[in-house]
C-alpha cells in the first residue's frame, strides 16, 4: 500500500491512496452500492459522478449472487473499473444477531471476487450493550484479526482492520492499540451507525479521537456509515481519510432532499434551493407529479451532487488552512453536531499536535468554541514553555487589544510610545508593554507579529466565555513572571471588570504591587498621566 499525505489541517488530509486497481484522493467518500436495487448505476457513479470508489456489501453478495462475481470478477459484476471496496457482513451482525458465513469463508470470497479493499468479519459493538458485552466484541474482533492472516492469501488487497469499543472509549483505545500492532493497511471505526441515529455526535468525536490516538498516523482511517453530508466537515478535521454512505439512496426513498446543513421532505418544499443539474431543470411540485419511481432517482442524483460538493468543499478548506472555520459553520446547522465541536476541547492537546503551526492566510474567530483552535493552543503552550520576558524588565504594563494589527503599529500605540519618552530611556527600559487579547491572552509586543498574533480576526463583542480565558491566561502570565509590579489599563467596555479582577487576584497572590488605569478616549491625556504616574510609582522614580 501508499498513503501518500499532500496537504493537511487540523487532523484532517488530501492524500493518495493507492490499491491495486486505481489510485484514489482522500478524504473520500464510498457511495454504498446494493447491486439489487441500486437507483444510480455503478457506471453513471464513475462516468457522470466522478466516484472514485465504491462500496459493497460482500456477505449479500454472495448470499445472493453465489459464484457468479467469483466468476466474472467483482469489477465487470458492478460494471465499474475504479476501486471497489467491501464490506464482510459485520453490520448485519448488529442488526440481525448473526450471519450465515465465517471468518474463513467471506476472507476467501473477497480474495476471489477480487475487492480492492477488504474487510474482515469483526464483531460490531451495538450502543444499548453493557460494558462486558461490549469486552467481548472487541475481544473476539481481536481474536479474528490475529487468525485472519493465517487465512489470507492474496498480497494485493488492502485489508481492513476494525476497531470496535462502541461508546466505552477505555475499550476503543485498547482495541485501537492492539489493533495498530497487526500489519492492516486500513484501519475503521467500528459501530457508529447507531451512535449518530441517536444524534450523540459529542460521543462519535470521542471514539473517533480516541481511535485515532491509538494508530500510527500514517494508516488511513475509515469510518463506516457516515450518512449526511453535515457531519463530513467532522469527520474529516478529526482524521478520517475514508467514509461510506448509502443515505444518497436510503432518504431518497423515502422522499427526502440533502442539504449540505440538514436534510427537507420533497412533499413539504416549494423550491429547491440548489444548482445541481437535476434541481435546475425540475421543481419541487413538478417531481411530485411523476412516478415514485423517477422521483427516487431524482432524489438520490441529487443527494449525491451534494455529498460529493461538499466533499470538494472540505477538501478545498483543507487546502486554504481554514478547515475549522468551515467545520464550525457546517456544525451548527443542529445543537448535536455543535456539541462535538465543544467536545473537541477536552483533545485539544491531541489536535494541535498533528496540525500545521503557519498557515499562508489567518483565520477567523467567533466565539470561546474556538479556544479549542490548534493556533491558539500552541500559543499557549509555546508561550508558557519557551518565552522569557526581557531581563531588565521590572513593571508589566497591559493595554488592550487594539483593532488595528499588528498591535504596535496601531494607532492608540502611538500615546504607549508618547508615555515611554515621558519616562525617559533609563525608566522605559524596565517596563514591559504587553497587550492582553482575545483570544490568545497575553501578547508581548516584541511578537505581535509572529503567526497568529496579527493574522486573525475577531467577532465582537467579545463573548463572556473569551473574556474569561483570556482573564485566565493574563494571571497565569504575571504568576509565571519575575515581574515587581503590575499596571492595568482597563477598557471597561470591552473587558468588563474580568480581565482587572483577574489580574488583581494574581498580584495579591504573588505578592506584587498593582495598579490600573480606566482607558478613557476622551481625555487621553489625563489617562497618560495616570499610567505614567502609576509607572513611576512602582519603580520608585519621581
Known sequence: MSFEIKEKDLLGRIGKLKTRTATVETPLLFPVINPSSQPISSRRLKETFGCQALITNSYIIKKRFKQTPIEQGLHKFLDYDGAIMTDSGAYQILVYGEVEVTQKEIVAYQEGIGSDIATILDIPTGWKVTLEEAE?????????????????????????GPIQGGRHLDLVAQSAVEMS????????????????????????????????????????????????????????????????????????????????????????????????????????????????????????????????????????????????????????????????????????????????????????????????????????????????????????????????KPFHKAPEMKKIRQLMRMLGGELSDQVHVCVYAAPFGVVPLELDEVYPLSQHEVAMPIDIETIRYVAEQTAEFIKRGSYQGIVLLNDKKLWNTTVKDATQDACRMCALAFDFVEANTDGTKEMLLNIEQALRRQLGAK
Open 136 to 160: 467481548v466484541t472487541v475481544a473476539e474482533t481481536l481474536r479474528r484479526a490475529k487468525a485472519f492472516f493465517d487465512l489470507k492469501i492474496r498480497d494485493d488487497i488492502l485489508w481492513v
Open 181 to 404: 500492532k497487526l500489519p492492516f493497511q486500513i484501519h475503521a471505526l467500528g459501530s457508529p451507525t447507531e451512535v449518530m441515529e441517536n444524534y450523540r455526535y459529542d460521543v462519535l468525536a470521542d471514539m473517533i479521537l480516541t481511535a485515532k490516538r491509538g494508530i500510527p498516523f500514517e494508516r488511513p482511517l475509515h469510518l463506516f456509515g457516515a450518512g449526511h453530508p453535515s457531519m463530513f466537515a467532522l469527520a474529516v478535521s478529526l482524521g478520517c481519510d475514508l467514509f461510506d454512505s448509502a443515505a444518497y439512496a436510503l432518504y431518497a426513498r423515502e422522499g427526502r432532499y440533502m442539504t449540505e446543513n440538514g436534510t427537507w421532505r420533497l412533499d413539504q418544499m416549494d423550491y429547491f434551493p440548489c444548482s445541481c443539474p437535476q434541481c435546475v431543470s425540475e421543481t419541487p411540485e413538478g417531481l411530485q407529479r411523476k412516478p415514485a419511481k423517477e422521483r427516487e432517482i431524482f432524489l438520490a442524483e441529487h443527494n449525491l451532487y451534494v455529498c460529493l460538493a461538499e466533499l470538494r468543499r472540505i477538501k478545498q478548506a483543507i487546502r486554504d488552512g481554514r478547515l475549522w472555520e468551515h467545520t464550525e459553520m457546517r456544525l451548527h446547522a443542529h445543537p448535536a453536531l455543535l456539541s462535538a465541536l465543544k467536545r473537541v476541547r477536552s483533545h485539544e492537546d491531541f489536535l494541535e499536535k498533528f496540525s500545521p503551526t503557519v498557515k499562508s492566510s489567518g483565520f477567523f474567530y467567533f466565539d470561546a468554541v474556538g479556544l479549542a483552535r490548534p493556533e491558539i493552543v500552541h500559543y499557549r503552550k509555546r508561550l508558557t514553555e519557551r518565552y522569557m520576558p526581557p531581563t531588565e524588565a521590572k513593571v508589566l504594563l497591559l493595554v488592550p487589544q487594539t483593532r488595528n
